[in-house]
């Protein structure tokens, strides 16, 4: 069976990751798999060793253009989206929709689901106070393919597969070696891994609270590492660096991008993964890898009068604080349900990004507490076992294929 993965997304290469560790999960001797994708994603999806061509064209006509040519010369019995969010945002330049490949194609289109919109009611609780209905797009897919991580390992529902996540790396599945054999800290200080894709430093149009807490969460982090008063190493991947002086004793190392193998050797050699989005991809790949983690959140709506004095001084441009599990978009409602009685949400800590007391302990622990270091890599351990046992999802794509 041949699928052909599109991933037109320009601001998050998550997306194209997630669809690449899925593809991966896929038995050779029964499935070919190819994507189309943004000249972006190029780069991370070559250095995993899956066949891409760039959806490279100037305006939508040239890019479907682009895609006839694929689908004549591979065949494919099945289209997946490795987001149908993203490829819909795309369209203006990319010429893509799920309705325009199903009519124009005539082939099953499939889509990843990371978040379960359909159980959401395609409504999101934005940054900023409001909920916001999106386009219902999965309604009207062939197949929909539940990665776990963040989705619990358990049955669904037909036309629906959950789907195990690759654990990781290009060699041995990238793993440390097991829960009760990890590997002594090396010498240095101990290092902290940072990620931010492009799409965290926009915000939408006129979200002035957004543009905020876009400023405010780089320094937060800071802040909150600088309070531990130790040497820290601090790898940060991301567009755009630190834009304010550092404490003396991080030493902060910037990188724009790094191949795929090097960023999964820096992350799985990490003391700890530090993030404010608790649907990170790299998080995921952190709990498959056995790396400690911190999701750093905020629960409720915080008045400028109701910071504590480190925060005005700290963020001095923040003047309402809103709930938010992915920041900045916020969605704390949204994701609650996907976590609720979900055994990954077990297999990292989370704090309030505001109460510096509890960051601090559960940074403390994390970096230096081998018994709670040891628990938490037990229940990562506990829950990969869980991921071995599922198959992958054949059956979903042949069932997709057949009606």
Same mark, same amino acid.
């Given at each position: 069976m041949k699928i052909l993965f599109l991933a037109p997304s320009r601001l998050s290469h998550g997306d194209a990751g997630i669809a690449a560790d899925l593809?991966? $999960?896929?038995? +050779?001797?029964?499935?070919?798999?190819?994507?189309? /994708?943004?000249? !972006?994603?190029?780069?991370?999806?070559? !250095?995993?060793? %899956?066949?891409?061509?760039?959806?490279?064209?100037?305006?939508?006509?040239?890019?479907? #253009?682009?895609?006839?040519?694929?689908? +004549?010369?591979? $065949?494919? *019995?099945?289209?997946?989206? #490795?987001?149908?969010?993203? %490829?819909?945002?795309? $369209? #203006?330049?990319?010429?893509?929709?799920?309705?325009?490949?199903? !009519?124009?194609?005539?082939?099953?289109?499939?889509?990843? *689901? +990371?978040?379960g919109w359909q159980a959401a009611g395609y409504t999101v609780d934005s940054y900023g106070g409001g909920q916001v209905r999106i386009p219902p797009l999965l309604d009207g897919c062939d197949l929909l393919i539940r990665t776990s991580p963040p989705h619990p390992p358990e049955s669904s529902p037909p036309g629906v597969a959950v789907a195990a996540l690759h654990p990781g790396g290009l060699h041995d599945n990238g793993l440390r070696p097991a829960v009760a054999d990890a590997a002594p800290r090396g010498?240095?200080?101990?290092?902290?891994?940072?990620?931010?894709?492009?799409? !965290?430093? +926009?915000?939408?149009?006129?979200?002035?609270?957004? /543009?905020?807490?876009v400023d405010a969460l780089p320094r937060i982090v800071?802040?909150?590492?600088?309070?531990?008063?130790?040497? %820290?190493?601090?790898?940060?991947?991301?567009?755009?660096?630190?834009?304010?002086?550092?404490?003396?004793?991080? *030493?902060?190392?910037?990188?724009?991008r790094l191949p795929y193998p090097m960023f999964h050797a820096r992350l799985a050699a990490a003391d700890l993964f530090l993030t404010t989005n608790v649907l990170s991809a790299t998080l995921g790949r952190a709990v498959l890898a056995g790396v400690p983690a911190l999701v750093l959140e905020n629960d409720r709506v915080r008045e400028a009068s109701e910071f504590p004095d480190w925060l005005a001084t700290l963020a001095p441009l923040l003047r309402t604080a809103y709930p938010f599990r992915v920041a900045p978009l916020g969605w704390y409602d949204l994701v609650g349900p996907l976590l609720s009685g979900n055994p990954y949400r077990e297999c990292f800590a989370t704090a309030g990004i505001f109460e510096r007391t509890e960051v601090l302990r559960h940074l403390t622990g994390l970096l230096d507490d081998d018994a709670v270091r040891s628990r938490l890599r037990q229940r990562q351990h506990d829950y990969r076992d869980r991921l071995a046992e599922m198959a992958p999802p054949v059956a979903a794509f042949q069932e997709a294929v057949s009606r």
């Open positions: 593809a991966r $999960r896929l038995p +050779r001797n029964r499935f070919q798999v190819g994507f189309v /994708a943004a000249a !972006e994603a190029m780069p991370q999806l070559h !250095e995993v060793g %899956l066949p891409t061509l760039p959806l490279g064209g100037v305006t939508p006509d040239e890019n479907l #253009a682009v895609l006839d040519r694929v689908v +004549r010369g591979f $065949r494919p *019995d099945c289209l997946v989206a #490795a987001d149908a969010f993203a %490829l819909h945002q795309a $369209r #203006a330049w990319s010429g893509l929709t799920l309705s325009l490949l199903r !009519e124009r194609y005539g082939l099953p289109v499939g889509s990843v *689901d +990371r978040l010498d240095g200080p101990p290092v902290v891994f940072l990620v931010n894709s492009p799409w !965290e430093h +926009r915000t939408s149009r006129g979200s002035l609270p957004a /543009a905020q807490l800071h802040g909150h590492l600088a309070a531990l008063d130790r040497p %820290l190493r601090v790898i940060h991947v991301g567009p755009r660096r630190w834009r304010f002086p550092v404490a003396e004793q991080i *030493d902060y190392q910037h990188f724009g």
